[in-house]
């Protein structure tokens, strides 16, 4: 990502955590799918982590790994308990 973006700030943000059957269901349809499962399957992965990437000109260049995941984590939990489950 660094090279394709010489000179800006890139943000990798991890954001979402959900289990490897809800992405299966998501994906099946998608070309691809049955390597894709196979590989998470083979290597034991239970849990999938959403990557969202932002290249942005402010701040200084370079590479910035942001871990939103608790904060997602906490949002779902609200979320859960306004709806009541």
């Given at each position: 990502?660094l090279a394709?973006?010489?000179?800006?700030?890139?943000?990798?943000?991890?954001?979402?955590w959900v289990?490897?059957?809800?992405?299966?269901?998501?994906?099946?349809?998608?070309?691809?799918?049955?390597?894709?499962?196979?590989?998470?399957?083979?290597?034991?992965?239970?849990?999938?982590?959403?990557?969202?990437?932002?290249?942005?000109?402010?701040?200084?260049?370079?590479?910035?790994?942001?871990?939103?995941?608790?904060?997602?984590?906490?949002?779902?939990?609200?979320?859960?308990?306004w709806r009541?489950?």
């Amino acid at each position: 990502m660094l090279a394709a973006f010489p000179g800006f700030r890139v943000e990798v943000r991890r954001v979402t955590w959900v289990s490897r059957e809800a992405c299966f269901a998501k994906f099946r349809d998608r070309p691809g799918y049955a390597e894709w499962r196979d590989r998470l399957i083979s290597r034991g992965v239970t849990q999938v982590w959403g990557v969202h990437v932002r290249a942005v000109r402010d701040g200084p260049a370079g590479r910035v790994q942001i871990d939103a995941a608790d904060d997602v984590r906490a949002c779902g939990a609200t979320l859960a308990r306004w709806r009541g489950k």
